[in-house]
């Protein structure tokens, strides 16, 4: 089945240090993938896809992420965390669906934490 | 503009009553729409997927059920509500980029 994974349930860092929340994905084809973010009781807002070119894909809020075609990752990082990261990260794939459409299919989000 | 309106933000319904949860979408014509369930602030969950007036595909049996009466006009609606049917609801649209976007969502709490 074509997905994404998000290993951790959990990341807490330190205001300040650098930040990974890790995606690995498993889909046919090229992939195009995408990171959200959604704080407490809101929508999911857009971060940042990759679809095709570099590997480095910068984003939203000092946020970039890196495709690792050998290792199937899509990995979200910052290089210093602000405590208003705090939030929950969800990593996507467009997958093939019904009849010819396409579709996102969703991690299951990982936690990140910023400690002050 | 490409922005999702859901109301209500909150809403607290008893066991067995029904339930009409709106969405409604301004920009381009014809988008296809979705309806996500989020539980205990986690995964989402695809409840429903539509790509035009009356075509409405579901993803997962249950209590529920959607229409889609007018282009930019997305309902989810239940007869009778569980407790189980309690969650975050989320309404979204595809985008030119091939991604979505969400719109700010419904807490339901089942009681």
């Known amino acids: 089945a074509q997905s994404v994974a998000q290993p951790e349930d959990q990341v807490n860092v330190a205001e300040g240090n650098p930040l990974t929340v890790k995606c690995t994905y498993s889909?046919?084809?090229?992939?195009?993938l995408f990171w959200y973010v959604q704080y407490p009781n809101r929508g999911l807002q857009f971060l940042l896809k990759?679809?095709?070119?570099?590997?480095l894909v910068k984003g939203s809020y000092g946020f970039e992420a890196e495709f690792n075609k050998s290792q199937t990752s899509f990995h979200l990082k910052k290089p210093s965390a602000l405590v208003s990261d705090s939030a929950l990260y969800f990593c996507?794939?467009?997958?093939?669906?019904?009849?010819?459409?396409?579709?996102?299919?969703f991690g299951k989000g990982t936690k990140l934490s910023v400690i002050p | 503009s490409q922005t999702i309106h859901q109301w209500p933000a909150t809403l607290v319904q008893p066991v067995g009553s029904p339930l009409s949860l709106e969405c409604t979408v301004e920009?381009?014509?014809?988008?296809?729409l979705y309806w996500y369930r989020q539980a205990a602030g986690r995964g989402l969950q695809l409840l429903f997927y539509?790509?035009?007036?009356?075509?409405i595909s579901s993803e997962v049996p249950q209590n529920l059920s959607a229409s889609r009466p007018q282009d930019r006009q997305f309902i989810l609606s239940s007869k009778k509500l569980l407790l189980s049917d309690s969650g975050f609801y989320l309404c979204?649209?595809?985008?030119?980029?091939?991604?979505?976007?969400f719109g700010s969502g419904t807490r339901l709490t089942v009681v």
């Open positions: 996507a794939v467009r997958v093939p669906w019904r009849a010819g459409s396409y579709q996102l299919t």
């Open positions: 889909v046919s084809g090229n992939p195009y």
């Open positions: 990759y679809i095709t070119g570099d590997n």
């Open positions: 920009g381009t014509s014809n988008p296809n």
């Open positions: 539509s790509v035009g007036i009356g075509q």
């Open positions: 979204a649209r595809a985008t030119g980029d091939y991604g979505y976007t």
